[in-house]
């Protein structure tokens, strides 16, 4: 019996050759090899064709398509088209068919030594420059076909982006090489396209542009689409979400006080300014100021003067202009021990927490503006606190001090409509911290507004009276622990025995 073709250091997928056809052709024959296109064969007998061929996509078009360069709408997108079509240069203009993909070749000038860059296996890619020359291009569509190039709004929206994520001044640069290789490649026409359509995104020339953020951007008050895009998700939901009203009980002088107490208490915990309760009143109500933490101190006091003056907490925005403005005075008091934060001013430096990088600072205001229309538009008390919340959340505006001051403008809206407040108690900061990055990450909504509908429940169940009378029922709902601790132990956060009367569902 003549021994099993051995074909050692292919990989799973490949591209056969001359010098492999032979044991390529016995490795078919005995069922180690199987045929997923002309020319490529896969040791994987179980996984489906298409599944394999986008698992080494680039090598497999390497090989099919040696030397050629990826250009057109595939060097921007850097993935298959909507039909799987994969565009590239080469010197054969012959379309490719694999399972799932099709390789769609055009003849033009080879890559640039000097400005496309080697990718993977003999394949080259189109600088940037390049890239959107070619697709300035016209091209056209056949049925459900993709176009090989960008249409206009496309690319719209991709210089948008780019200028987003990487500033004017890079596009610029771009702008400059296309200058330099548009008479090498024949893009000369191509390039006074690109230079006035560039022109335009960023305000130095008034071409009409076809998307609204990049009319936006002409105009000097640019914002970030997939904010907004994640925006319309919560949206949706809270139209969705029954409808839900906690009118506010009259807790009395003490009771009023003790709750914006422990608002601003447990909103400075979220963000880690951490103090026992006893030291907490002691900042609040008797000025008591540690000289060892004189700046947490003020983040706390300055949260408290807010939450605790009925007139600014039954203040809301009427317009974009009246949102940038109470967002500027509500910061400036919170982080007043904190001038280094800058108190009152948008950030210049765009930040980020973990993976989630939030709005650049040339975008904030016209992102907020943006958001404002949304948040006009919502019917109940509740759906606009949460909404604006996740506004403020998602923009950061300032360099520190977001989380406070977008929860102070979630409780304006609820005390404008006489409707109890949302605290979130320590116990529930897990909870609260996941919820927001389920929607930012997963742009799943439900998570948060569930928790925040919890959290006002809880508050309109809770007797809110004197402060140690009411610090000793807190600490019955287990609401001062940390959530690993409540992990560790099992505990939750739990509603009072006797739920205040009218607490609602």
Known sequence: MRPKTILPGLPEAFVTTPELSSAVSRGVLEGILRSLAPRVYTKNLDDPAETIIRRHLWELVSGLVPGALIADRTVLELRPAHDGSIFVVSDRKRDIKLPGLVIRSRKGPPALPDSDRAFIGTLFISSPARAYLDNMAASRQSGDRARRTMTREELEANLDHAIRSQGGDALNKIRDQARAIAPRIGREAELVAFDRLLSSLL???????LTAHGRARQAGMPYDPDRLLLFETLYKELRATAPVSRLARDHGPAGRTNLAFFEAYFSN????????????ADIIFHNVIPQSRPADAHDIAGTWRIVSDPTEMSTTPADPASLLQLLKRRHAVVMTGRPEKRPGAFKLETNQSGSTVFVAPDLVEGTLIKGFDLYRSLDTPFARAVYLMLLITEVHPFTDG???????MMNAELVASAEERILIPTVLRDSYISALKALSGAKNPQPLVRVLNYAQRWVAAVHWGELQQTRAALERCNAFLESSEAEERGLSLRFPEHAAPGAGS
Not at 203 to 209: E, F, R, V
Not at 269 to 280: L, N, P, R, S
Request: aromatic content about 8%; hydrophobic content about 40%; glycine content about 12%.
């Open 203 to 209: 305000g130095t020339h008034d071409a009409p542009l």
């Open 269 to 280: 915990f979220i963000e880690g300014t951490k103090f026992a309760v006893d030291e907490a």
């Open 402 to 408: 977001n989380g406070r001051t977008a929860r102070i």
